[in-house]
């Protein structure tokens, strides 16, 4: 059961500071709240309460709220019209679709002197004869009833059969009270047995699926079931979503070997039909920040982390990081991630005379008497010489290099002695 709480009061206070006791208007609708109560302590001052949505079956504890001028409770569990007296300041009430089949119960409002709108719809007691009539009578002081304006004939009309209109009332909310007994205790009864045998072992999905696509009556009991079929989705969900974060993603094998990791469950294609690049088109949310896109491309594998989450590919082949881009589409907002392969930089096309590579190129291209074999490049033949791998390394140190023409200052010649030239062989050689 969820109860109202401070923390819930000053949350939906935000506006006014987290002030409750001055504060004059809130709204507590769709959290699931089954009883009224702190309030009138709490926020003695409250003109307007919206408590729409909620699953409160007894309107209590707003007594002391003597300032309050518009009540909503609608879509709740009501059934009877109670403890509204001393509200002495209540201008409108609002009971849309309850399950209000006590008639009679509308007398608890006749001292609310300043109520002049009241809004019954969707209850059963508004399917009795002459429901309007009576009201109308009952409470003269309305001006509007279901949203439709209470006209002077249609009060005079009222007053004149209200004693007739009252035992026919009584009749059918007589029969009323004894259909709702045999139907709240059937469907306690169901209701339990279903728990306790069918959905007791049920997978979550299959008991879901088989609740919703069954038909059921409109009565509170299956209000609380589907509030409860709704908090065990929500609880699945949340407990799901932990497990989601609290899991750890290995992005690493023992051996080094990158894994494939798409925490972000995002769409993805992976290119790999040219024979030079790889090419990866990830779906990017399109309108989030690109500073939330981090982007790291390895020889092996490439890792982008959306929002903390990681999306990480393994490669069928080593590329080149330095000459990898990545560009954002400023219209879809995907990434697209260029990585071209380290090992094809012969592999490239070349548009010289349509040949296809450069070896077919310097094949075509070769001398008469180049040692280039088939299929290979000239800087293939310099790197690793010859096709056939048979190098002969005995004449490396011979200068077998006759160059055609040399430079005559580079034409040394042994100096001869001059004509007087005397050895005197008491003179030492130079060393």
């Not at 059961?1 to 004059?24: F, N, S, Y």
């Not at 799901?240 to 023992?254: G, H």
């Not at 399109?286 to 990480?312: A, C, M």
């Not at 096309?349 to 001398?367: I, M, R, V």
Request: include cysteine; proline fraction near 5%.
């Amino acid at each position: 059961m969820v109860r109202i709480t401070v923390e819930m009061v000053r949350k939906k206070a935000e506006h006014h500071d987290g002030l409750l006791a001055p504060l004059e208007e809130i709204a507590l609708h769709q959290e699931n709240i089954e009883k009224i109560e702190f309030i009138q302590d709490w926020c003695p001052k409250l003109k307007i309460l919206l408590m729409q949505s909620n699953l409160i079956a007894k309107i209590e504890n707003l007594n002391k709220l003597k300032h309050l001028t518009y009540l909503n409770l609608a879509l709740n569990n009501i059934e009877i019209i109670e403890n509204l007296e001393r509200c002495e300041s209540l201008q409108k009430l609002d009971l849309t679709l309850n399950f209000i089949g006590d008639i009679l119960s509308v007398k608890n409002l006749i001292n609310n002197y300043n109520l002049n709108n009241l809004y019954l719809v969707g209850n059963p007691c508004t399917d009795y004869d002459n429901y309007r009539d009576f009201v109308i009578g009952t409470l003269p002081q309305l001006e509007s009833l279901d949203g439709k304006d209470i006209e002077r004939s249609d009060r005079i009309k009222a007053l004149q059969n209200l004693k007739i209109i009252v035992s026919d009332i009584l009749f059918e909310q007589n029969n009323y009270k004894h259909q709702r007994m045999k139907q709240k205790s059937r469907l306690e009864k169901d209701i339990q047995s279903k728990w306790e045998n069918q959905y007791k072992d049920m997978d979550p999905d299959d008991r879901n699926k088989k609740f919703w696509s069954e038909k059921c009556e409109h009565a509170p009991e299956v209000r609380y079931e589907i509030e409860k079929m709704r908090q065990l989705k929500i609880n699945s969900y949340n407990t799901e979503k932990k497990m989601e974060e609290k899991r750890e993603y290995k992005l690493l094998a023992p051996d080094g070997r990158p894994f494939n990791i798409n925490q972000a469950k995002i769409s993805f294609m992976f290119n790999d039909s040219d024979p030079a690049k790889y090419v990866l088109d990830l779906a990017v949310y399109k309108h989030l920040d690109t500073s939330l896109v981090d982007i790291d491309i390895q020889p092996n594998y490439v890792r982008v982390v959306i929002k903390g989450k990681v999306f990480q590919l393994h490669l069928p082949e080593d590329v080149d990081t330095t000459n990898s881009t990545a560009q954002r589409s400023q219209t879809t907002g995907h990434l697209l991630v260029t990585m071209p392969k380290a090992n094809a930089i012969f592999k490239k096309p070349l548009l010289e005379n349509g040949a296809d590579s450069k070896s077919q190129w310097y094949t075509e291209h070769k001398p008469e008497n180049s040692n280039l074999q088939t299929g290979q490049t000239k800087r293939e033949y310099l790197e690793i010489g010859p096709a056939d791998n048979v190098l002969d390394f005995t004449k490396m140190t011979q200068n077998s290099y006759k160059p055609e023409y040399i430079d005559p200052r580079f034409k040394l010649q042994t100096k001869q002695p001059s004509p007087d030239f005397v050895d005197d062989p008491s003179v030492p050689d130079l060393i």
